[in-house]
């Protein structure tokens, strides 16, 4: 195992900057997710660590190693893609060994590698088998195999479960945590769907436009959202965000006063942001009056869209509620559970 180290790391295609001077630490033994919308710079991140990009400025390090002009093969890393990327006349053992025996290793010892990954990951049955006849799950896990017999410093994922059915992903989340948790390997993933992020990752590293937003663990960046986008992305739904301006001790919203978070500073007439999760709105007497636009029953709670003037937002209601499109409804926030954020800059007040 090894920490991975970034140091003011770029990326150019000719005259197109993608990655633009990022810095991050990777502790040893962490997993660490990077997620952000399609286009961010994630994969290329990914890529860079695993020398299938070029760095075109700053550093990578893998421990102690810096790495740049390095092959992958000499980089002590494992990827897993997001297609399999298995050989389909092969059979699973020999998808899972092929690594081993392309570095010279007996057959024995192949051979006690792969039935030690295969039993992790329940394989012991299919080792036989071609990937033709394996399901999308079982595909997957032995792409995981194959990088578990290398036994490397660093796991690279990039958005392995992409191509699995609902159902599946999360089964696959849990089975991937829980290879973490049992090899204690330095795991670097990329998603960008954020629930795979809040659930699998010890830290979160939230990225657009080739730029670092925030690091930090799931439920700091759902509870202290550095600016705007962090604030909108992390969260399902995302958090609720009206346009205000601080007047008289209070965020005026359209009309409607709205507590000041806590310890927030009363600068009188500063435009502002005012977030709110779904689940911390309540109905009440006074707040943010609207009409019921849609009602999305899930099971364990409820979902309203509100629109209150020409915008939407999202209540969440753990109790069963019997509101019908078109009901007029008013919803107050819980004000200890509110963001500010600076209009003009989007960074957290």
Avoid: W
């Avoid at 897993?80 to 053992?93: E, G, M």
């Avoid at 795979?196 to 830290?203: C, F, G, H, K, Q």
């Avoid at 663990?217 to 962090?230: R, T």
């Avoid at 927030?264 to 019921?292: N, Q, W």
Wanted: hydrophobic share 40%; proline share 5%.
């Amino acid at each position: 195992m090894a920490e991975v180290t970034i140091r003011a790391l770029r990326k150019d295609y000719g005259g197109l900057q993608v990655i633009h001077g990022l810095d991050l630490d990777i502790p040893d033994g962490a997993f660490v997710v990077l997620v952000g919308p399609s286009g961010c710079g994630k994969s290329t991140l990914l890529r860079m660590i695993a020398g299938l990009e070029e760095v075109t400025g700053g550093d990578v390090m893998i421990g102690d190693n810096r790495v740049n002009n390095l092959p992958p093969s000499e980089r002590d890393i494992a990827m897993v893609f997001q297609n399999y990327a298995l050989y389909p006349h092969k059979t699973v053992a020999a998808n899972m060994g092929f690594a081993l025996k392309m570095r010279g290793m007996d057959k024995a010892a192949v051979r006690s590698k792969v039935e030690h990954a295969a039993g992790i990951l329940g394989l012991t049955p299919y080792l036989d088998r071609f990937p033709r006849a394996l399901s999308g799950g079982q595909r997957q896990r032995v792409a995981m195999g194959r990088a578990i017999v290398r036994d490397p410093q660093v796991f690279l994922f990039d958005e392995p479960l992409s191509n699995l059915d609902a159902k599946l992903r999360v089964q696959m989340r849990t089975e991937i945590k829980e290879l973490h948790q049992r090899l204690k390997t330095t795991t670097v993933y990329v998603t960008h769907d954020q629930i795979e992020a809040m659930t699998m990752a010890d830290r979160i590293v939230v990225m657009q436009g080739g730029r670092i937003e925030q690091v930090g663990a799931p439920l700091e960046l759902y509870d202290h959202p550095a600016n705007v986008f962090v604030a909108a992305f992390i969260g399902s739904p995302s958090m609720n965000l009206l346009e205000g301006r601080i007047s008289g001790g209070m965020v005026d919203v359209g009309g409607a006063r709205l507590p000041l978070p806590a310890g927030v500073p009363v600068d009188e007439g500063r435009e502002v942001i005012y977030g709110i999760r779904p689940e911390h709105l309540h109905e009440a007497s006074e707040g943010l009056t609207g009409k019921v636009a849609v009602i999305e029953p899930t099971g364990s709670e409820t979902h309203v869209v509100v629109r209150l003037a020409g915008r939407e937002m999202t209540a969440v209601f753990r109790n069963r509620v019997a509101f019908a499109p078109g009901d007029t409804i008013t919803l107050a926030p819980d004000a200890a559970a509110s963001h500010l954020f600076d209009k003009a800059t989007g960074k957290r007040i």
